[in-house]
């Protein structure tokens, strides 16, 4: 794989520009590639075998553009569609939201003989266990409670902020349970709760250390690209890219850049729209390979 | 068209069964077909463009099946899809929730030299200005305030009732502006928010006439279908048919099942599943009739 290849980061829809926001910051010079798969929206609430579908076409479409990394910048595709993906696709380098969440978090659990680590996420992402098995692997005496809590994304997308009252009310509803199990870490498992931080943190309690998955996320593709000789950044002493950015949305284009430019105070170009009877029109996917 | 056909119901997932037990109700003996979208709803803050593409895709599905009518029993895909798609099939039978509510809305705004008729609903709904055109065609001299409430179905989704405090203070929100301006006359502008009625009441109080957009629906496709001497059911004199019903859903059958008996109390044998990329290899749409 060439160094000069972009970094492809794909999401559902606008949650994955945290990730983005946070690939920025670690890796200046880097050309970035982003699709949110915007007709298809929210993947939350959906199957893992629909979702799957939704990705493979993604990277399908993505390919051709020799991206030397290709992130998950959505906590559901990883839990639901990253295993499955990796192996068709064997020689893409490829990553996820979750394993970094859930080593921060076992790193923030600090040394108590058991800690209780909480998720919130989306109902598909909490069904799928993904992060309990990621943090107890890393981990096995530790308490993981995974809560979902499906309404935030559609009221951060409605544009609530911290200061919503009715955002600090659901917010009371989802996390009392874990307030009374006294969590010590809080695993923000969805690329867009970082944007309503300020509300979680003041309900949970200045005791509690949040985990922003979007964060580690980034500064996981980093170090993987570190490790692989694939840096093109400054650091790494090969000539610098201009950080270029483009985008690709499945629906409303022009939608997409307002809620950008709003919530995430991202100015971007409206990204190029790729419909999804378009998407589906991609060549079949390889055929599955064998496990090892 | 054969008055033994099935009556087609579309909808982008749950919300329109609120329309069939409708239908139900009101023409025994008939046989339904049910479509609900579930890969790709919500389509209340999707593009026109988009939408219409989902419902150009489900009607190619559909058509084989020689249904009488197709009734679209979602008012985002009756407001952005409807005139496109009826376009495209000129020889089928096909009608909307967003008339006949506005129709029932005027008839409900009584004797007020200039009545004031509020419509909540999705985004898009509200964005297409299509209730405000329906009512004002039919009544020149009223006031119509329309009122996005994107936050309704994801909580009605997630098994909210209209007993839960986040559903009242979400309420208590969006409909204060109406309520100041001394509305007469409240459509409920999405299949889906029956089911929060009573919370709906008792925030703008007694009053207020609600519109349910769903059992308007009903009623005006038993009107047309008696109309067209298209009735099955007794009072037809035709032999009855056995009421039967089937489903076909482009994700996850089982939540489906689990969700319409728990939200509407109906017992339904699961759907069949359509994967999305069948449904896109379904024959391409009709060439567009020119317009008169």
């Known amino acids: 794989m060439m160094p000069t290849g972009p970094i492809a980061v794909l999401d559902s829809g606008l949650g994955g520009l945290t990730v983005v926001d946070a690939l ?28 799957t579908g939704f990705v493979r076409q993604i990277i399908q479409f993505l390919r051709p553009m020799h991206p030397k990394h290709i ?11 990253l295993p499955a993906i990796s192996q068709e696709h064997p020689t893409l ?68 902020s911290s200061e919503d009252p009715v955002v600090e009310l659901a917010l009371r509803q989802y996390l009392q349970g874990m307030i009374q199990r006294k969590i010590d870490v809080l695993v923000l498992g969805c690329t867009h709760y970082p944007l309503i931080k300020r509300a979680i943190a003041r309900v949970v309690g200045p005791k509690v250390k949040l985990i922003d998955s979007a964060e580690q996320c980034a500064q996981d593709v980093a170090r993987r ?7 093109r950044s400054a650091e790494s002493g090969m000539p610098g890219g201009g950080g270029r950015f483009s985008s690709f949305v499945t629906d409303d284009p022009a939608r997409f850049a307002m809620l950008a430019s709003r ?26 390979r064998a496990t090892a």
Chains 1, 2 share one sequence.
């Open 24 to 51: 920025r910051k670690v890796l200046v010079g880097e050309d970035i590639i982003y699709f949110g798969d915007t007709a298809h929206l929210p993947y939350g609430n959906k199957s893992a075998a629909t979702v």
């Open 71 to 81: 992130v998950i910048a959505c906590n559901t595709a990883t839990a639901l569609a």
């Open 93 to 160: 380098s490829m990553s996820g939201v979750i394993e970094p969440g859930a080593r921060a978090a076992v790193a923030a659990a600090g040394p108590k003989p058991i800690p209780v680590i909480g998720v919130i996420a989306t109902e598909a992402t909490v069904r799928s266990r993904a992060y309990g098995q990621a943090i107890l692997r890393r981990r096995s005496m530790a308490q993981v409670l995974l809560r979902a809590t499906p309404l935030l994304v559609p009221m951060i997308e409605e544009g609530r």
């Open 225 to 231: 690209l570190r490790r692989k000789g694939l840096l």
């Open 263 to 288: 919530f995430l105070r991202l100015r971007i170009d409206p990204p190029v729209l790729v419909e999804p009877r378009e998407l589906y029109s991609a060549p079949p996917p390889l055929p599955l």
